[in-house]
C-alpha cells in the first residue's frame, strides 16, 4: 500500500495535538504556520468566548476545520469539503494541491481526532502522517489515492480538498471540460477582437469621408 520516501522531503512530525499545524506545513511543504498564528486565528473566530470551540482549551491544539480553513486561505488556498456520497475520481487532481484528512485517533487515554495531508510530489502522491517518521507513497499512485480515499470515506473519515483559489471552480472539471472551455474563451476573444477590428475600419472610412467631404465643400467655396 505504501512505499517510504526519502527523510529530504520536508515532514513535521507530531508535538501534542498540533496535527493541524502540521498538516497545512506538510501539504504546503513549508513551517508556513506556527502555534501563534493557529491560537490567533482561534482567538478571532470567537473572540469573546472563554473557552475557545475551535481548539483545545489546555492549550495543546486539537484545532478545528474552521482554523486549518482559515490558515489556507491566508497563503491563497481554498479549503472545500468532499461529500462522501460522490465518488473521489470524480476530483480533477490536475487542478488541487492536495487533500487535508480528518481521522479518528487514540490520544493518551482517550479518543479524538487527527489531521493528514496528502499531496502529489515528483509525480509521487504522498501520505504525510505526522505520527510517521515520513511520508508514505502511495504505491499504485492516483489508483492507491483514490483506493485510500474510498477506504476512510466508509468510516467517518471527513475528507477536504485544497486547491489554489483561482482553481477552486475546477477541482471537479474533467480536462476535457476545462480544454474546451478554454478554446471557448478563445473563440470568444478573437470574435470580439474581430468586431473591434470592424468597427475600426468602419470608423476609419467614415472619417475618411467625412475629410473628403469637407475637401470638396472646402473647393466649392473656393471657386
Known sequence: KYRRMASETFHERQ????????????????AAFTKADFDSIAKTLAPDSF????????????????VLTIAMQ?????VRWFDRRKDPSCINLDQILGFI??????WV???TRHWVALRK??????????????PEEFKEGEK????????????????????????AELIYQKKTEIIESSEKKN?????????????????????????????????????
Open 144 to 167: 492507491g489515492l483514490l483506493d485510500y480515499l474510498r477506504q476512510i470515506l466508509t468510516g467517518d473519515a471527513q475528507v477536504f480538498i485544497v486547491a489554489e483559489k483561482a482553481k
Open 51 to 66: 473557552i475557545n470551540p475551535h481548539k483545545s482549551f489546555l492549550g495543546t491544539g486539537n484545532y478545528d476545520v474552521n
Open 15 to 30: 508535538r501534542w495535538q498540533f496535527c493541524g499545524i502540521h498538516a497545512c506545513n506538510n501539504l504546503l511543504q513549508q
Open 187 to 223: 473563440e470568444d476573444i478573437d470574435s470580439t477582437c474581430m468586431a473591434v477590428d470592424e468597427e475600426a475600419s468602419k470608423s476609419r472610412a467614415n472619417e475618411t469621408q467625412s475629410m473628403q467631404d469637407i475637401t470638396d465643400m472646402m473647393s466649392k467655396l473656393s471657386n
Open 74 to 78: 491566508q497563503k491563497g488556498h481554498e
Open 101 to 106: 484528512i480528518n481521522t479518528k485517533s487514540s
Open 121 to 134: 510530489l515528483d509525480g509521487k502522491w504522498l501520505n504525510f502522517d505526522s505520527k510517521k517518521k515520513t
Open 109 to 111: 487515554v482517550f479518543s
